[in-house]
């Protein structure tokens, strides 16, 4: 592992409004191309997102369709019915600290549009040429009076055949001469996140391994998921070794931005920290001054980060509470999920 330091920002239990729900009350149409094109550099869509409903609605864009600024999934795109491999970035992200910015609100009767270019964010390559269905994220986290609640809206797919060229579009970096961590304090606190996020990860697999499926802490985050899955995802991150993976404390891509700890750039698996990630606690403060709830021990961030670059874990969802109201499939691959259940299994164990 090559370290060069990055930037994040601390986590935050959120308060749970309703449980994950469908809502007929926002949907989305997507248009894009013709139906067949040569070149993926014609991989552009317009997204319309409509509030039908009797409110307004204040959405949380991150990881969304409605996120048309940063190289967050805002599609699952398939081929042939098998995903193509998603290759833009994921994030860890606090709510608490995340302003108006990060967020979206729609009127009754209004529709927001959106555009996207997905040329660079997927691997077309790998796939080959073919029909591609690119289907929009619109599972969206509402917020209202501090409370968050999770709707999933009605949306349409849009089918597109690529006769010709896929090849491998170069993500767009911002172009600096160095990227490293000068700060040794920041680089000795993100080697120690480093550590610890292994640690947590082996602890918990053990826990897994020894409570099984029954147990009441694993169902809260996992709910009726094989344990298999989840020691899967536990041991890729307590037994990462990847002497290419760097972890930096420059904002490489420009994403850091209002709410954002950390992010992982998966074409490289490279992992990328925002400033407030440095205000976080070592995770055995777990045993004193902080909480699971609070989602700042620095090992639970950058073990949500390892869980997407060693096994694609998703951001389906932030805050400890919610992470527990999801269904299983979404529990599965959600990487928060994992960060909430290793700090809480450290609590119970460690302290």
Known sequence: ?????????GFLSIALATPYRRSDDLTVSLTGPSRSISSIDDLKFTASVTNHGAET??????????????????????????????????????????????????????????????????????AGPGKFTFSPVADFAISSNSAFS??????????????????????????????????????????????????????SSSYVSSKGASDPVYTAYFGANPTSQVITILNAVANENSSSRSMDCTDELEVCGPGIIAYTLLSTGDIYYCSIFFDEAPTNTLCTVTTVASRNARGGTTLHELTHATSGTKDV???????????????????????????????????
Do not use: W
């Not at 592992?1 to 920002?9: D, G, H, I």
């Open 1 to 9: 592992m090559f370290f060069r330091p990055l930037v994040a920002l």
């Open 57 to 126: 609605v204040k959405i949380l864009k991150y990881a969304t369709i409605l996120d048309d600024k940063l190289p967050t999934r805002s599609f699952t795109v398939t081929k042939d019915g098998e995903d193509v491999k998603f290759t833009g970035i994921k994030m860890s992200v606090s709510l608490e600290k995340a302003g108006e910015s990060a967020y979206v609100s729609i009127s009754p009767g209004e529709t927001i549009t959106v555009n996207h270019d997905a040329s660079h964010l997927f691997d077309f390559a790998t």
């Open 150 to 203: 999770r709707i999933s809206a009605a949306s349409s797919n849009v089918e597109v055949e690529v006769t010709g060229d896929v090849a491998k579009r170069e993500f767009p970096l911002i172009k600096r001469e160095t990227f490293f961590c000068a700060n040794a304090t920041q680089t000795a606190f993100m080697n120690g996140s480093y550590i610890e996020a292994k640690s947590l990860a082996s602890i």
């Open 317 to 351: 969802n932030y805050g400890c509470d919610t992470n527990q109201q999801l269904t299983d499939p979404q529990k599965i691959s959600n990487a928060d999920n994992y960060a909430c259940f290793a700090t809480q299994v450290y609590a119970n164990t460690q302290c």
